[in-house]
């Protein structure tokens, strides 16, 4: 006869499934320095994603701040595969303490509560804050949703060239902070998103990148 989980067994289950998303209340274990943002990426206002409660892929409503997961899989890069545990379990975020497995009412009334969000934590720092509400213009998904929803109607060419624009913006900020700004390259992915050229798979397409220059191809 199977036991019926009602505590937290530490099975290590739910931090293979992916990192948490960050809340107001995680904001101070950022800003302490106890969980780096080169961990974190973030969903950017708009881009399609996976949620977890409602079980399908949706537009975010807003930044969503996650810890990334780890290379080539989905298992939150804190968790230890070896010794099969958190290494931050004393300063886990949130929503890893909400998560009960046996029973989902405690996440499910947090998950969209107090999401925390770039502007939470960097818009103090102008420049780098300028850099980040910039390109979040240039390169919204709102945008880009428009754009790829045109592409078969008039002015093909010239809604093509929009997408492209957004691309090669999205990819060559990412180089200027580091190539000009020092900026930890591991850092892009938290101030501007994961890349178009790979979330752009959501989509319906892939980028193909030749002689500098873009091209967009569907996936078919
Ligand atoms: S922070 Fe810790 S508890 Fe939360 S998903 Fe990552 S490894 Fe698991």
Same mark, same amino acid.
């Given at each position: 006869?199977?036991?019926?989980?009602?505590? %937290? +067994? &530490? %099975?290590?289950?739910c931090c293979k499934k992916g990192g948490p998303s960050f809340?107001?209340?995680?904001?101070?274990?950022?800003?302490?320095?106890?969980i780096?943002?080169?961990y974190l990426y973030?969903?950017?206002?708009?881009?399609?994603?996976?949620?977890n409660?409602?079980?399908?892929? *949706?537009? @975010? @409503?807003?930044?969503i701040i996650k810890i990334k997961g780890q290379?080539?899989s989905w298992t939150c890069i804190f968790f230890?595969?070896?010794?099969?545990?958190c290494?931050i379990?004393?300063?886990r975020p949130?929503e890893c303490? @909400? *998560?009960? %497995?046996?029973?989902?009412?405690? $996440?499910? #009334?947090?998950?969209?509560?107090? &999401?925390?969000? &770039?502007?939470?934590?960097?818009?103090? !720092?102008?420049?780098?804050?300028?850099?980040?509400?910039?390109?979040?213009? &240039? %390169?919204?998904? !709102?945008? *880009?949703?428009?754009? $790829?929803?045109?592409?078969?109607?008039?002015?093909?060419?010239?809604?093509?060239?929009? $997408?492209?624009? $957004?691309?090669?913006?999205? @990819?060559? +900020?990412?180089?200027?902070?580091?190539?000009? /700004? /020092?900026?930890?390259?591991?850092?892009?992915?938290?101030?501007?998103?994961?890349?178009?050229?790979?979330?752009? #798979?959501?989509? /319906?397409?892939?980028? +193909?990148?030749?002689?500098?220059?873009?091209?967009?191809?569907?996936?078919?």
């Amino acid at each position: 006869m199977s036991k019926v989980i009602t505590e %937290c +067994i &530490r %099975c290590g289950t739910c931090c293979k499934k992916g990192g948490p998303s960050f809340h107001i209340e995680d904001k101070m274990l950022i800003e302490k320095g106890i969980i780096l943002s080169k961990y974190l990426y973030t969903i950017r206002d708009g881009e399609l994603s996976y949620d977890n409660v409602k079980e399908s892929i *949706l537009p @975010a @409503a807003s930044d969503i701040i996650k810890i990334k997961g780890q290379k080539d899989s989905w298992t939150c890069i804190f968790f230890n595969e070896k010794e099969n545990e958190c290494t931050i379990y004393d300063n886990r975020p949130l929503e890893c303490r @909400a *998560l009960k %497995c046996w029973d989902t009412l405690e $996440i499910e #009334k947090i998950y969209f509560k107090n &999401r925390l969000t &770039r502007k939470d934590l960097i818009s103090t !720092i102008e420049e780098l804050w300028g850099l980040v509400e910039d390109h979040q213009k &240039r %390169c919204s998904y !709102i945008k *880009l949703k428009l754009f $790829i929803d045109a592409l078969n109607k008039d002015k093909k060419d010239e809604t093509l060239k929009g $997408i492209l624009d $957004i691309i090669e913006y999205d @990819a060559r +900020i990412r180089e200027l902070v580091v190539q000009n /700004g /020092g900026l930890d390259p591991e850092m892009t992915d938290f101030l501007f998103g994961r890349p178009i050229t790979e979330t752009i #798979k959501m989509y /319906g397409f892939k980028i +193909i990148k030749q002689d500098n220059n873009y091209r967009l191809i569907p996936i078919t």
